[in-house]
């Protein structure tokens, strides 16, 4: 028995929460497959974030995973910003649009959001999940005392210490393989830049948490190999844009079935964040400028990717994606999690 036998899940297995891709319809059909879906609010209102958990409710009675951004609060900078909207003038009028003129702050960190707060202890989903950074003490204590289990992402051993001694249940070990956004809590910091194997090594030696591994898995040998590293289970992102379930549109599914699934890359510039995304028009953009904070410099990419998608353009989507990426299959999610079973047993079985 492990640690994450307590869900009762037949395969050691996390949906990764992907916000913007991730669905109730997808998180419903993992769990009942008898992984753990996820679904990622973060991106969205507490009530927004009700509905999508009702959702998932309507569709499973299974154990399924909230997750949350924690990210700092941004500094709003005027000139940064103006500056910003003047470097990517020039692809705004590739696309005959001009720059938005001012820039928004579109998403709220967890951490200044009461209500999201407020609305988590009222239906109390069974796990909860953080991106970015943690809460406050007081937080983490009062939906630990809802007996709601705690997790938050790690890309270091230094913020795996944090997320120990604040109480968290369990460590997601993010590799820097892992597509979407860096869960590193300081952008501006030091990046050692560990992958999969030596994180997830690293964590499970080093602190007494349950470790998740992910980052570059997406078949059953993964799963295998993150759990003779000593891992709890995995978690996989990119192994499931690809089902009708997700969210992801259908040039977001072309790109990960072509060339550009080979070269994945990490940049700031879609979002202000560093963020792993299959290669494409965005991350080959090279600039001097430096993005204003996450989320604000999100709010320009995304008015760009609207105007260039009004043109039937798609190169500049924010196209997250693992280095996995060419190993994806498309089939619905039950059949997936019954696969990477299949596989995992047949490693086992070896």
Known sequence: MTWFDRFGCSVPLIQAPMAGVSTPALAAAVCEAGAMGSIGVGATDAAGARSMIAAVRAGTGRAFNVN????????????????????????????????????????????????MLVMLLEVAPPVVSFHFGLPSAEIIAALRARGIVLLATATSLAEARAIETAGIDGVVSQGIEAGGHRGIFDPDGADDALGTVALTRLLVRETRLPVIAAGGIMDGAGIAAARDLGAVAAQLGTAFIGCPESAADAAYRAALAGPGAYHTRMTAAVSGRPARALANRFTALVTDRRPPDYPIAYDAGKALHAAARARDEHGFGAQWAGQGAPLARAMPAAALVATLRAELEACRAG
Not at 81 to 98: H, I, K
Request: glycine residues 2%; aromatic residues 10%.
């Open 68 to 115: 949350l951004f924690v990210h700092r609060s941004p500094q709003v900078d005027p000139a940064r910003e103006a500056a910003w909207l003047a470097a990517l003038a020039p692809l705004f009028a590739e696309v005959g649009a001009t720059p938005p003129a001012t820039l928004r702050t579109i998403y709220r960190s967890f951490a200044d959001d009461p209500e």
